[in-house]
């Protein structure tokens, strides 16, 4: 799968995001978790990938099915809501 350079961007940006799934992430872009570890790995400065990993690493916000909620949850004021088609940018 080719990606966009705006593509990329987005789903690193979702990525930092902590309360952005890793399922949403895979629902628009079609890229399960490991794959969008490997974008971050392969996109991003060394310690800004580590600095990444230790965040996100256990975090149950970035997994659906280990969230204690449902609703009432985060959203940025930059993401609209996911519809299965692609998001642009502003």
Known sequence: MTLS???KDRIIEMAWEDRTTFD????QFGLKEQEV??????EMKPSSFRMWRKR?????????????F???R???????QI???K???R
């Open 5 to 7: 350079e705006q593509d």
């Open 24 to 27: 949403a992430i895979e629902y």
């Open 37 to 42: 570890i490997e974008l971050m790995r392969k």
């Open 56 to 68: 996100v690493q256990g975090r149950e916000t970035k997994h659906l099915q280990k969230r204690e």
């Open 70 to 72: 449902t609703e009432g």
């Open 74 to 80: 985060h959203k940025s004021s930059r993401q609209r």
């Open 83 to 85: 519809t299965g088609n």
């Open 87 to 89: 998001i642009s940018k």
